[in-house]
């Protein structure tokens, strides 16, 4: 199958769907990419806070010896944690993990996080992603789970604008602002958590994001399942979206999206299903002091 791309806006092109790895177990987590990989998954999102990096170069340097993908068809990408902003601290912490990821050069590079408190440290964070971009030690860099106010501040003195947004976005918390900031100033916006959220719970309503009811009618009339209907609306709503399962069904399920299209009509019923409640923390709260996160070398 042929994985339809994304063109961010240095040029570089990007699997629209990609495999990601957020809370997967270390112990899990090299099996699930491999079995992604094996699916047909060729973009794999992962992050240094997620302390999983090595298990993930694993399973790609295995799938690469056995000739079953080349480096050149994967798309990689991981991310800086608070812990290791600050120039210096940035450029190491891309040397931390690419070492652990087995690789020379990632595709893409992001500050995790907006360090609201400190933010001459995301900052400096970012210069620092941007000289490995000039050195070629990465195609594009990033931010993640930046607002407005984050972005306007970083693009007053960034020398190259971010290529990639990925922000807490699914159906029933849709961030409309910050993604049409994003598309103003050429920024893809990239959906993590994006069949439902993290917990599944619809807040205030009870129950499973799983089972809601206008998801479902949608779901059944294309005989697919809620997942597969909510990544399909992020891909024709032309973002990225990094769905993330180690189970082998699931992860099998979530990547079978381009063989069907939503109509107008019912991407409009999903997009009123916005009630937003983030499910994710809030920025604002992200400070060094409650989720300082030592990142371990290599």
């Known amino acids: 199958m042929t994985i339809p791309t994304l063109t961010l806006n240095n ?17 899990e ?23 999983n990096e090595r298990e993930v170069g694993r399973a790609i340097g ?32 891309f040397d931390k993990s690419a070492a652990k990821l087995g690789v020379e050069q990632l595709d893409l590079l992001i500050l995790h996080q ?8 995301t900052l400096e964070a970012y210069r620092g992603l941007e000289a490995l971009y000039a050195d070629g030690k990465v195609r594009a860099i990033g931010v993640s789970n930046f607002m407005t106010e984050h972005l306007h501040r970083l693009l007053d ?7 990639v947004n990925q922000l ?13 900031l994003d598309d103003e100033r050429g920024i893809l916006n990239q959906a993590w958590s994006p069949i439902g959220g993290i917990t599944f719970y619809r807040e205030g309503q009870g129950g499973s994001t799983l089972d809601d009811p206008t998801i479902a009618d949608i779901a059944a ?33 979530n990547f079978d999206v381009f063989d069907f299209e ?37």
Do not use: C, N
Not at 11 to 27: C, K, S
Not at 115 to 121: I, N, V, Y
């Open 29 to 51: 987590t090299e099996a699930a990419v491999a079995e992604a990989l094996s699916v047909g998954y060729r973009h794999v999102d992962t992050a240094a806070a997620y302390l």
């Open 168 to 180: 807490e976005i699914h159906p029933f918390f849709q961030q409309r602002e910050v993604l049409s």
């Open 221 to 253: 009339a294309h005989g697919k399942s809620p997942a597969q209907v909510m990544l399909r609306w992020h891909v024709q709503e032309g973002r990225s979206a990094i769905p993330k399962s180690v189970t082998p069904r699931r992860i099998a399920e």
């Open 62 to 93: 295995d799938a690469i010896a056995a000739s079953e993908v080349a480096r050149d068809d994967l798309f990689l990408e991981t991310k800086v944690w608070i812990s290791d902003y600050g120039y210096d601290e940035t450029i190491h912490a």
């Open 157 to 163: 003195v960034a020398s190259v604008v971010p290529a």
């Open 262 to 298: 939503l109509a107008g009509d019912e991407l409009a019923r999903i997009d009123a299903l916005d009630v937003g409640v983030r499910r994710g923390p809030e920025p604002v709260d992200i400070t060094l002091e409650r989720f300082g996160l030592p990142i371990p070398e290599a």
């Open 114 to 121: 907006p360090l609201p408190t400190a933010f001459d440290r």
């Open 11 to 27: 040029g570089v092109e990007m699997p629209a769907l990609g495999f990601g790895v957020y809370q997967a177990a270390p112990h």
